[in-house]
């Protein structure tokens, strides 16, 4: 990771699981934002992502709902780490990439952080779903789980 990039929900959320196999690597890539030259984004998209995974049948046990919310508040007040929202200019974006690749369905929403990141000039997303991004001009895609 150089410079600005941007944290994908899946990493967030291993951040938060102890248990997992991925936690060390998780919480690797959030302590890179305290690394000179770095600067770590969020986007709320990601926030609200993190609810139902913390909660569901994907994590087990599940969180109760004040567990997830207390993971999800203490991502969002990590320190030296901007959280961005999702406006209507990204939407809009977002939707302009949408008809551009033929994108419909679930993955909107990894087409709204690229919109997102397009807005905001940041070349980099750390994600475990590095294919759901790979095809996009102007992201790099970096799985820190390989």
């Known amino acids: 990771?150089?410079?600005?990039?941007?944290?994908?929900?899946?990493?967030?959320?291993?951040?938060?699981?102890?248990?997992?196999a991925r936690y060390a690597r998780?919480?690797?890539?959030?302590?890179?934002?305290?690394?000179?030259?770095r600067q770590m984004y969020i986007s709320t998209q990601n926030l609200a992502e993190m609810y139902p995974s913390l909660t569901g049948p994907k994590n087990q046990p599940a969180d109760s709902p004040a567990m997830a919310r207390a993971k999800i508040a203490a991502i969002a007040n990590l320190d030296c780490c901007t959280v961005l929202p999702v406006t209507r200019l990204v939407v809009e974006k977002a939707?302009?990439?949408?008809?551009?690749?033929?994108?419909?369905?679930?993955?909107y929403l990894d087409l709204?952080?690229?919109?997102?990141?397009?807005?905001?000039?940041?070349?980099?997303?750390?994600?475990?779903?590095a294919a759901d991004f790979a095809s996009l001009p102007g992201i790099r895609v970096i799985n820190p789980f390989r």
Do not use: W
């Open 95 to 107: 939707l302009e990439l949408c008809e551009q690749h033929a994108v419909t369905k679930q993955r």
């Open 26 to 37: 998780a919480c690797k890539v959030l302590a890179a934002r305290h690394l000179p030259g």
């Open 112 to 129: 709204q952080l690229v919109a997102l990141m397009m807005l905001e000039g940041i070349p980099e997303i750390v994600t475990e779903n």
């Open 1 to 20: 990771m150089k410079g600005r990039f941007l944290v994908d929900s899946n990493v967030l959320i291993y951040a938060t699981l102890r248990n997992d």
